[in-house]
Structure formats: structure tokens, C-alpha cells
């Protein structure tokens, strides 16, 4: 008589990381690279002795990129109390990648499938500084911080990125929700937070170039339109350095999402 396999019960958890991109190249994991995801799969291979382990982040951060609260989500046939997952992975794992939390979740949940919304922030430092020099982006000539706030509402809404992406992905849709684009001036430093339904590759960085052209004068706020009605070439030229991008926050919920745009308009320019 032919006998039933019944596989084993898998289990999930939900991680949520911090992360210095510096030194890492990027977040999915490669062969021949050192990357974030690669980094918490060999951690929790030993942690759970699991050769099925399975770690899903919310989406891809390139190389160089950081990470402020990075959802994950971990499946594994082993059963953990969470903050016994939460102090393994923090003293087998490089110093630049931190564990904030580990709890429970439904083995439906999925870090990127079920993510609603992403948000990101960019540092400009506005004069040279001796300790940011890894997290920001110098730029040394005054902006119109004016102009630059203008031409950020115009990225604002349903549009399509087209020329805001890498030449691969222009196989695919280039049709981005954006909530929000803010700036931030504390004097000496210059945040642009980015909140979308999701990025393409390099976007941000694009996106960040070309309005600190805005903010010297060699591009004006019409032609943000100008990029998002045609596609071309001229934002490829502006990408931002990946030392001032980090990744903010994911979002699950609609109301959670709503009170973060909320909170954010308050404050920008």
C-alpha cells in the first residue's frame, strides 16, 4: 500500500532590520557577493539548522543603500520563542545589520506581497561634514530649496518612470503610484522622503539627481513633467550617489500609511 508524506509544518516570523548598506551589495543574495539577505540566510541556517530556510524582504535596496526598518519575513520548519530568533541572529550577524524584531505571524503573510506602500529618505549635507560622509551627498553650491519643492509635487500621483529607469526594466511596466514627495531643511541638513506603492531600480537616486539640478538652475520644475510625459535619457545622467539613500519604513496598512502622509506634510517645505 502506498503510504502518505505529510510534509512538515512550516512556520513564519516577521523580521523587522536596520541596516549600514556600506560594504554590501545590495540586498538580494548573489554567489559571489555579499549581500543582506545572503548575510540572514547564513545566520539562520545555523540558528535553525533548517537547509529550507527561506528569508523574503519587503523589495530590493541596491548596493550601498541602508536601511532604517526593513520588513522581512522568515519560513522554517523549526519552532523559536521570538526573542530567542531576535538574540541569535543579533550575535551571529555582522555588526552593520541589526535585528529590531521578531514576532509571529500568519504563514499568509508575505513581506513584499503583502506590502502597500514604501517609503524612502535621501540626505543632502549642505555643508562638508566629518562624520556624515558615509550617509549623506555633499553638495557644495547654494539651492532654491523653492524650486526644488516645486519640482517634487510634480512627481506626485499615478505617473509613468520610464525615464527614471535602467534600461532592463523598461521590459516591464514603468507606471509608479507616488503618495508624496517631501524636503526637509534643518540648515545643515536636506531630507527628500519619497513615498510610492513601489520603485523601480535606481528611481529614487534619479529622482533625488535631478532635483538638486532643479535646485542649482540647469533644470527647471516644467521639465519634470517634460520627463514623466516622455521618456528620456537626461535623468540616467543626475543618479545620486547610493551613501545618502536609505529605505524608511514599509507599510501593511492603509490607515497606518494615511497617518505616516499625514504626519509627513506637516513639516515639508
Given at each position: 500500500?502506498?503510504?502518505n508524506?505529510?510534509?512538515?509544518?512550516?512556520?513564519?516570523?516577521?523580521?523587522?532590520?536596520?541596516?549600514?548598506?556600506?560594504?554590501?551589495?545590495?540586498?538580494?543574495?548573489q554567489?559571489?557577493?555579499?549581500?543582506?539577505?545572503g548575510?540572514?540566510?547564513k545566520?539562520?541556517?545555523?540558528?535553525?539548522?533548517?537547509?529550507?530556510?527561506?528569508?523574503?524582504?519587503?523589495?530590493r535596496?541596491?548596493?550601498?543603500?541602508?536601511?532604517?526598518?526593513?520588513?522581512?519575513?522568515?519560513?522554517?520548519?523549526?519552532?523559536?520563542?521570538?526573542?530567542?530568533?531576535?538574540?541569535?541572529?543579533?550575535?551571529?550577524?555582522?555588526?552593520?545589520?541589526?535585528?529590531?524584531?521578531?514576532?509571529?505571524?500568519?504563514?499568509r503573510?508575505?513581506?513584499?506581497?503583502?506590502?502597500?506602500?514604501r517609503?524612502?529618505?535621501?540626505?543632502?549635507a549642505?555643508?562638508?561634514?566629518?562624520f556624515?560622509?558615509?550617509?549623506?551627498?555633499w553638495?557644495?553650491?547654494?539651492?532654491?530649496?523653492?524650486?526644488m519643492?516645486?519640482?517634487g509635487?510634480?512627481?506626485t500621483?499615478?505617473h509613468?518612470?520610464?525615464?527614471?529607469?535602467?534600461?532592463?526594466?523598461?521590459?516591464k511596466s514603468?507606471?509608479?503610484?507616488?503618495?508624496?514627495?517631501?524636503?526637509?531643511?534643518?540648515?545643515?541638513?536636506?531630507?527628500?522622503?519619497?513615498?510610492?506603492?513601489?520603485?523601480?531600480?535606481?528611481?529614487?537616486r534619479?529622482?533625488?539627481?535631478?532635483?538638486?539640478?532643479?535646485?542649482?538652475?540647469?533644470?527647471?520644475?516644467?521639465?519634470i513633467?517634460?520627463?514623466?510625459?516622455?521618456?528620456?535619457?537626461?535623468?540616467?545622467?543626475f543618479?545620486?550617489?547610493?551613501?545618502?539613500?536609505f529605505?524608511?519604513?514599509?507599510?501593511?496598512?492603509?490607515?497606518?500609511?494615511?497617518?505616516?502622509?499625514a504626519?509627513?506634510?506637516?513639516?515639508?517645505?
Amino acid at each position: 500500500m502506498k503510504k502518505n508524506i505529510t510534509a512538515s509544518k512550516r512556520h513564519r516570523y516577521r523580521l523587522t532590520l536596520e541596516y549600514d548598506g556600506n560594504g554590501f551589495s545590495g540586498w538580494q543574495k548573489q554567489d559571489d557577493a555579499r549581500t543582506i539577505q545572503g548575510s540572514l540566510l547564513k545566520a539562520g541556517t545555523e540558528i535553525f539548522h533548517d537547509l529550507n530556510l527561506d528569508i523574503q524582504g519587503h523589495g530590493r535596496t541596491d548596493a550601498g543603500v541602508h536601511a532604517l526598518s526593513y520588513t522581512a519575513h522568515l519560513e522554517t520548519n523549526t519552532v523559536l520563542p521570538p526573542f530567542e530568533i531576535l538574540e541569535k541572529f543579533n550575535e551571529l550577524l555582522p555588526a552593520a545589520i541589526v535585528v529590531l524584531d521578531v514576532t509571529g505571524c500568519s504563514p499568509r503573510f508575505h513581506a513584499r506581497h503583502n506590502c502597500i506602500g514604501r517609503s524612502y529618505l535621501y540626505q543632502f549635507a549642505l555643508r562638508k561634514n566629518a562624520f556624515h560622509k558615509k550617509y549623506v551627498w555633499w553638495i557644495r553650491e547654494p539651492l532654491n530649496l523653492e524650486a526644488m519643492a516645486d519640482a517634487g509635487r510634480r512627481f506626485t500621483g499615478m505617473h509613468d518612470f520610464a525615464s527614471f529607469a535602467e534600461k532592463q526594466e523598461l521590459k516591464k511596466s514603468t507606471k509608479v503610484m507616488l503618495n508624496g514627495v517631501f524636503l526637509y531643511n534643518d540648515g545643515e541638513i536636506l531630507r527628500l522622503r519619497v513615498v510610492g506603492s513601489h520603485f523601480l531600480w535606481k528611481m529614487v537616486r534619479k529622482m533625488a539627481g535631478v532635483l538638486i539640478e532643479v535646485g542649482r538652475g540647469n533644470l527647471t520644475p516644467d521639465q519634470i513633467s517634460e520627463f514623466l510625459n516622455n521618456p528620456l535619457e537626461v535623468p540616467t545622467r543626475f543618479t545620486a550617489p547610493p551613501s545618502g539613500l536609505f529605505f524608511e519604513q514599509a507599510f501593511y496598512d492603509q490607515e497606518e500609511l494615511t497617518a505616516f502622509l499625514a504626519t509627513a506634510t506637516e513639516t515639508c517645505l
